[in-house]
């Protein structure tokens, strides 16, 4: 495998029963790289996306994630990424400090690596006042940066967001995708699905699904001027009725 290649997909499909969600979808997503994979409800991302994590297995294609074989990997694929799903992934009932300390011990960090890095997330993100507060008293942008900060924690080398920025305000997701850039100039990966498409401009690339399957991929500038359009929400209408 070439290294510079994080995940690299061949033929990728998944079925439930008659129903094809994922339908053969090839493409590679270099170290480093901000990849956003947009699409509307429903148009397959998430069911993609747990198959990257080793979450789920595939109907039929070639799937390798950071050189790991999704078939017969899958547990070493989890250890070596980042998650963090629509819902954050973090419990409300634990305070902040419990929480870093809980997933801290998942990724198989050490005490004193925890404890380490605790002191550091807490810091860094100015928590430190409530610390001991439940996760369910932060306003919902914070707990967003936390499963984020949370999700890292390990120094993966790649992170999967799945749809991160759902039901925050647009202010918020700015400050979010700040902390992808920083997290992205470090040498991580970052994988993202959102079906905002304004989102799509903070991508070094994209790959627009529709009903299962690839219908555009490339630099956001690139597929705009493809198409003669002035932003993504155009552009994703206009390809939407071209299929």
């Known amino acids: 495998m070439d290294e510079k290649w994080i995940v690299e997909v061949e033929g990728m499909t998944k079925k439930f029963g008659d129903f094809t969600a994922v339908d053969s979808i090839s493409f590679r997503v270099k170290k480093g790289e901000i990849f956003g994979f947009l699409g509307a409800n429903g148009a397959g991302k998430t069911t ?34 980042g998650y963090m799903s629509q819902k954050f992934s973090l419990y409300d009932d634990l305070n902040i400090e419990e929480n870093i300390r809980l997933f801290g011990g998942i990724y198989g960090l050490s005490n004193k690596e925890i404890k380490e890095k605790s002191e550091i997330l807490i810091n860094k993100l100015g928590l430190q006042d409530v610390r001991k507060e ?21 120094d993966p080398s790649i992170v999967f967001l799945d749809e991160p920025t759902g039901g925050v305000d647009p202010i918020t997701r700015r400050q ?19 079906h905002y498409m304004d989102e799509a401009e903070y991508c070094s690339r994209i790959s627009m699904m529709v009903d299962g399957r690839i219908a555009a991929m490339g630099k956001p500038s690139e597929l705009k001027k493809e198409l003669g359009v002035r932003n993504m929400d155009e552009f994703f209408v206009k390809l939407a009725r071209s299929k």
């Open 48 to 81: 993609a996306i747990k198959i990257l994590c080793g979450l789920s297995r595939p109907t039929s294609g070639k799937v390798t994630v950071d050189g790991l074989n999704v078939y017969t990997q899958a547990e070493k694929i989890k250890e070596k990424i």
């Open 176 to 194: 979010f995708w700040e902390m992808i850039y920083e997290a992205s100039s470090k040498g991580v990966t970052i994988f993202v699905t959102t």
């Open 134 to 154: 439940l996760l369910k008293s932060l306003p919902l942008g914070w707990k967003q940066k936390l499963a984020f900060s949370v999700a890292i924690i390990h």
